[in-house]
């Protein structure tokens, strides 16, 4: 599974938590990847990406910790941090079910609007929105990171399956130029399209921009009409 963090997925991992106290799912056998890492903080840091999903999520179920992956935020040479994460998600067998959230820019993982839909893993500079949307988990703006390191859009659209979370009114003209803008760079999730199984779940504020009439038993777009 590919795992995101911030806001969106907190019920999400609540939820699976109860399921796993319930005794209905094991994560014994699954594996994790997470998309991004800020670049400069390490595990030990509250705003870390490990230190989020081990507090919100692992820390509470069966997953084993050899089988939860990160970037590193604190590798020297980013770049041989990044060739080692892609090796590895190959390695695995690529990416079976990827959740993930969305920025109010169209954002997937850290990969800010004008990334390649090409992309694997990279050092991203954080877009001044990014920084300041985040900035809500610091004690003050100048100290959320510049960059991060972050699984790429390639990486994304290879998952055999794709769930994408949605909340709120300011995800409403990102989630409306993913799935009804051009199919465009400036919209990373926009990259879905394309993709044969892609699910968005959206509140009602988050969809509040789609076609209502339509969206009564959910609404589907054929990626062949693209
Ligand atoms: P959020 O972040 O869930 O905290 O809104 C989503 C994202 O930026 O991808």
Redesign the pocket.
């Known amino acids: 599974m590919g795992l995101?963090?911030?806001?969106?997925?907190?019920l999400t991992y609540a939820r699976l938590i109860e399921l796993y106290r319930l005794g209905k799912i094991s994560f014994k056998n699954v594996i994790t990847v997470n998309m991004d890492e800020y670049k400069g903080l390490d595990e030990n840091h509250p705003q870390s990406y490990r230190y989020f999903m081990k507090k919100n999520f692992f820390n509470h179920i069966d997953i084993l910790p050899q089988n939860t992956h990160f970037l590193n935020g604190m590798a020297q040479a980013s770049d041989m941090e990044c060739s080692r994460y892609d090796t590895l998600i190959k390695q695995l067998g690529g990416i079976d079910l990827q959740i993930?959230?969305?920025?109010?820019n169209g954002?997937?993982?850290?990969n800010e609007p004008g990334t390649s839909f090409e992309t694997r893993s990279h050092l991203q500079r954080l877009s001044e929105e990014?920084i300041k949307?985040?900035s809500r988990f610091f004690d003050q703006e100048k100290e959320v990171p510049k960059e991060a390191l972050t699984i790429g859009l390639k990486t994304i659209f290879e998952a055999r399956q794709i769930i994408i979370?949605?909340?709120?009114k300011?995800?409403s003209q990102a989630i409306y130029e993913a799935l009804l803008g051009p199919y465009d760079i400036s919209c990373p999730a926009s990259l879905l399209q394309k993709h044969a199984n892609a699910l968005f779940i959206c509140d009602s504020e988050a969809a509040s921009l789609l076609p209502q009439d339509q969206l009564k038993n959910g609404f589907s777009l054929k990626p062949s009409s693209y």
């Open positions: 995101p963090t911030g806001s969106t997925p907190l993930g959230g969305i920025g109010c954002h997937l993982a850290f990014t949307a985040n979370l949605a909340t709120g300011s995800k």
